[in-house]
């Protein structure tokens, strides 16, 4: 197989991977990194260079779409973004210092969890809480559109949502994703902000927590341009056809087959790095 | 001010600036499409080699090495080029945004973005002071 064929096939894998992710909502960066490790035999730092690379043109691509809705508070994004940005630099530098075998394990294992957090329903809108002295002091409570018309909603559990982003920004910086659904768990669960807002937020989170280590990883040589190439062309092509098609799709059924395959693939990344075979 | 006003100014900055960053997505990648089509054109006939990491050579993994090697016309550079300007977009939208809030007086705001593009360029220069 030649490069031009190598990169067709690959173009065309990212295609389809941006495309799924857009329709689940999970994303088309998380199955990257296993689908050129383990099908193309990619070194996984390779891998995590071009997959890091996807994730920057999908959130940003999308970013337009979601802030015209009206759901995005700005305000927490860029809050919580000093902790994502600070544990992806923190992430992408233990990358280089960690065997490739560990990262596929580690990254098999927040596959699983993915997968796990996507089969979940969405959850009902949560409780509010009341305003809190810290949001309010932050200036993190807002206002979202909802079906009854303008709603305010108060944030809560700034501390625990803050570390959970922090936790999110090194496992982003570590294995090259948005990781988006631990973002939402974070805003949803910890802060009790809206679903919507949470998501949205996410997605705007997810371009500049990646720029955070796409700077360190280009540095040490991990992003190669002709692998990145068909990746990012293919994701970002794939990601706005699914946009496209996502309201008139019946996306549950799609969901559980998606995070089947996610589940094998995590499995495979996890065996691959017990083995040594990468 | 009231709460429903500024959350008004913020949506209407963030759409402008959420343009401009799909503007910015769309240009990196006709960028790395022009590259990707020079880079295929001359060795797409040769064999990939992505088993073994060897890592880039300097030109491609510096901001002044990548802008200084795109004169040179090689695919890879074009290509490498085009990934530093996506890379550039969510910087951009955060350079924004601390002008957006100088703009409403939001001095906590001013500070707490301008924290997070420190963090940004600080990775942008490699990771060293």
Same mark, same amino acid.
């Given at each position: ?38 099908? *193309? ?37 860029? *809050? ?8 992806a630099v923190?992430?992408a ?118 720029a955070a280590s796409?700077g360190i ?62 | ?118 963090v940004l360029l600080f990775s942008l220069a490699?990771g060293?002071?």
């Amino acid at each position: 197989m030649n490069i031009f064929e190598h990169t067709l096939l690959i173009g065309l894998g990212s295609l389809g991977a941006g495309f799924l992710g857009a329709l689940t909502g999970l994303g088309g960066g998380i199955v990257i990194t296993p689908l050129l490790t383990i099908l *193309f035999g990619v070194d996984i730092r390779y891998a995590i260079g071009a997959s890091l690379v996807s994730v920057i043109a999908t959130s940003s691509g999308a970013a337009a779409a979601y802030v015209k809705e009206g759901f995005t508070n700005i305000r927490i994004g860029m *809050f919580l973004e000093i902790a994502t940005t600070a544990g992806a630099v923190v992430g992408a530098s233990v990358a280089s210092r960690l065997p490739a075998s560990t990262i596929s394990v580690i990254f098999g294992i927040v596959l699983l969890f993915s997968a796990y957090a996507s089969t979940r329903p969405a959850p009902k809108t949560s409780s509010d809480g009341g305003a809190n002295r810290l949001a309010g002091r932050l200036k993190l409570d807002s206002t979202y559109p909802t079906l009854q018309g303008i709603q305010r909603y108060h944030v809560r559990g700034v501390p625990a949502g803050f570390s959970l982003m922090f936790v999110a920004g090194t496992l982003s910086g570590l294995l090259g994703i948005g990781s988006g659904a631990l973002k939402v768990i974070a805003m949803d669960q910890a802060m009790r902000i809206p679903f919507k807002v949470s998501t949205t937020t996410s997605n705007f989170m997810i371009g500049v927590t990646a720029a955070a280590s796409a700077g360190i990883y280009l540095q040490r040589g991990y992003i190669d341009p002709g692998l990145a190439m068909p990746v990012m062309l293919g994701v970002a092509l794939g990601a706005l056809l699914g946009a496209r098609v996502l309201a008139r799709t019946r996306t549950a059924l799609l969901r559980v087959v998606f995070g089947i395959v996610v589940a094998v693939l995590a499995f495979e990344m996890i065996y691959h790095g017990i083995t040594g075979r990468l | 001010m009231s709460q429903s006003s500024a959350a008004w100014t913020d949506q209407r900055v963030e759409i402008i600036v959420a343009s401009l960053l799909r503007a910015g997505v769309l240009l990196a990648a006709a960028v790395v499409a022009l590259g990707g089509i020079i880079f295929l054109v001359r060795h797409g006939r040769a064999m990939p080699q992505y088993a073994k990491f060897v890592g880039e050579p300097f030109e491609l993994r510096t901001v002044s090495g990548i802008i200084r090697g795109t004169a040179s016309f090689h695919g890879r550079n074009i290509i490498q080029l085009g990934l530093l300007l996506l890379i550039a977009t969510p910087v951009a939208r955060v350079a924004f945004s601390v002008i957006a809030f100088a703009l409403e007086r939001d001095r906590l705001y001013v500070v707490i973005t301008l924290i997070v593009l420190a963090v940004l360029l600080f990775s942008l220069a490699g990771g060293h002071v």
